[in-house]
Protein backbone atom coordinates (compact mmCIF):
# COMPACT_ATOMS: atom_id res chain seq x y z
CA UNK A 1 0.00 0.00 0.00
CA UNK A 2 0.98 3.23 -0.38
CA UNK A 3 0.89 6.29 2.04
CA UNK A 4 -1.24 8.34 1.81
CA UNK A 5 -3.84 6.80 -0.77
CA UNK A 6 -6.99 5.83 -0.68
CA UNK A 7 -7.34 1.72 -1.32
CA UNK A 8 -10.55 -0.13 -1.79
CA UNK A 9 -9.70 -3.53 0.69
CA UNK A 10 -12.45 -5.51 1.22
CA UNK A 11 -15.65 -4.06 -0.42
CA UNK A 12 -14.87 -0.34 1.42
CA UNK A 13 -12.48 2.48 0.88
CA UNK A 14 -9.66 2.15 4.04
CA UNK A 15 -7.04 5.06 4.27
CA UNK A 16 -3.28 4.93 4.67
CA UNK A 17 -1.19 6.53 6.62
CA UNK A 18 2.26 7.02 6.62
CA UNK A 19 2.91 4.34 8.63
CA UNK A 20 0.32 1.88 7.46
CA UNK A 21 -3.55 1.06 7.81
CA UNK A 22 -4.89 3.67 9.93
CA UNK A 23 -6.37 0.71 12.26
CA UNK A 24 -8.09 2.71 14.80
CA UNK A 25 -9.71 4.96 12.02
CA UNK A 26 -12.80 4.60 10.04
CA UNK A 27 -13.47 3.63 6.93
CA UNK A 28 -14.16 6.80 4.59
CA UNK A 29 -17.78 5.70 3.86
CA UNK A 30 -20.17 3.03 6.19
CA UNK A 31 -20.45 1.18 2.78
CA UNK A 32 -19.29 0.96 -0.99
CA UNK A 33 -22.60 -0.77 -1.93
CA UNK A 34 -23.81 -0.83 -6.34
CA UNK A 35 -27.18 0.48 -7.55
CA UNK A 36 -29.78 2.64 -5.38
CA UNK A 37 -32.00 0.42 -3.19
CA UNK A 38 -34.37 2.62 -2.57
CA UNK A 39 -37.38 3.50 -4.88
CA UNK A 40 -37.30 5.94 -7.82
CA UNK A 41 -37.82 9.72 -6.35
CA UNK A 42 -38.20 11.37 -9.65
CA UNK A 43 -35.30 13.93 -8.97
CA UNK A 44 -32.86 13.93 -12.19
CA UNK A 45 -31.85 17.21 -13.36
CA UNK A 46 -30.02 19.80 -11.11
CA UNK A 47 -33.11 22.04 -11.20
CA UNK A 48 -35.27 19.77 -9.20
CA UNK A 49 -32.32 19.06 -6.87
CA UNK A 50 -31.22 22.64 -6.40
CA UNK A 51 -35.06 22.65 -4.32
CA UNK A 52 -33.16 20.71 -1.84
CA UNK A 53 -31.36 22.57 0.34
CA UNK A 54 -27.71 21.62 0.84
CA UNK A 55 -26.31 20.69 5.22
CA UNK A 56 -23.18 18.98 5.92
CA UNK A 57 -23.12 15.21 6.18
CA UNK A 58 -20.23 13.10 7.95
CA UNK A 59 -18.37 10.70 5.12
CA UNK A 60 -18.52 8.28 7.51
CA UNK A 61 -22.39 7.93 7.47
CA UNK A 62 -22.77 7.56 3.41
CA UNK A 63 -23.32 4.32 1.56
CA UNK A 64 -22.20 4.82 -1.90
CA UNK A 65 -24.46 3.69 -5.06
CA UNK A 66 -21.22 3.39 -7.14
CA UNK A 67 -18.20 1.23 -6.46
CA UNK A 68 -16.10 2.89 -9.22
CA UNK A 69 -14.55 6.71 -9.43
CA UNK A 70 -13.56 7.84 -12.79
CA UNK A 71 -10.25 9.23 -12.08
CA UNK A 72 -10.22 11.88 -14.62
CA UNK A 73 -13.75 13.10 -12.42
CA UNK A 74 -11.70 13.30 -9.55
CA UNK A 75 -8.93 14.96 -10.61
CA UNK A 76 -10.91 17.39 -12.99
CA UNK A 77 -10.47 21.21 -11.64
CA UNK A 78 -13.70 22.27 -13.22
CA UNK A 79 -15.42 18.50 -12.18
CA UNK A 80 -18.38 20.89 -11.03
CA UNK A 81 -18.44 23.43 -13.59
CA UNK A 82 -21.31 22.35 -15.43
CA UNK A 83 -23.34 20.28 -12.45
CA UNK A 84 -24.43 20.64 -9.16
CA UNK A 85 -22.10 22.35 -6.32
CA UNK A 86 -23.55 19.65 -4.06
CA UNK A 87 -23.31 15.87 -4.02
CA UNK A 88 -26.88 14.29 -4.22
CA UNK A 89 -27.93 12.22 -0.92
CA UNK A 90 -31.00 10.01 -0.56
CA UNK A 91 -31.79 9.47 3.03
CA UNK A 92 -33.94 6.14 2.95
CA UNK A 93 -35.04 3.86 6.03
CA UNK A 94 -32.17 5.21 8.06
CA UNK A 95 -29.60 5.50 5.54
CA UNK A 96 -27.59 7.75 4.10
CA UNK A 97 -26.93 6.92 0.43
CA UNK A 98 -24.40 8.86 -1.87
CA UNK A 99 -26.45 9.33 -5.11
CA UNK A 100 -24.51 11.70 -7.16
CA UNK A 101 -20.91 13.39 -6.06
CA UNK A 102 -18.65 10.16 -5.24
CA UNK A 103 -15.27 12.16 -6.80
CA UNK A 104 -16.44 15.12 -4.50
CA UNK A 105 -16.72 13.04 -1.55
CA UNK A 106 -13.33 10.81 -2.05
CA UNK A 107 -11.69 14.67 -2.97
CA UNK A 108 -12.90 15.62 0.84
CA UNK A 109 -11.59 12.52 2.33
CA UNK A 110 -8.43 12.89 0.57
CA UNK A 111 -7.96 16.73 1.97
CA UNK A 112 -8.90 15.10 5.62
CA UNK A 113 -12.11 16.26 5.67
CA UNK A 114 -14.80 14.18 7.41
CA UNK A 115 -17.96 15.77 6.05
CA UNK A 116 -19.15 17.00 3.10
CA UNK A 117 -21.95 19.85 1.78
CA UNK A 118 -24.42 17.79 0.12
CA UNK A 119 -28.38 17.99 -0.72
CA UNK A 120 -30.14 15.56 1.14
CA UNK A 121 -33.61 14.07 0.05
CA UNK A 122 -35.67 12.36 2.85
CA UNK A 123 -37.77 9.38 0.81
CA UNK A 124 -40.40 7.94 2.82
CA UNK A 125 -40.36 4.59 4.10
Known amino acids: MIPGRAFVV?????LVGPLGPLDSRPVIFQAVGEGRPYPDHGYETVGQWSDVPPRQVRLDELTTTKRTLDLDALLAEDSTFFGDLFA????WRGRLYLEDGLHRAVRAALHQRQVLHARVLSLPD
Open 10 to 14: SGAVA
Open 88 to 91: HVVS
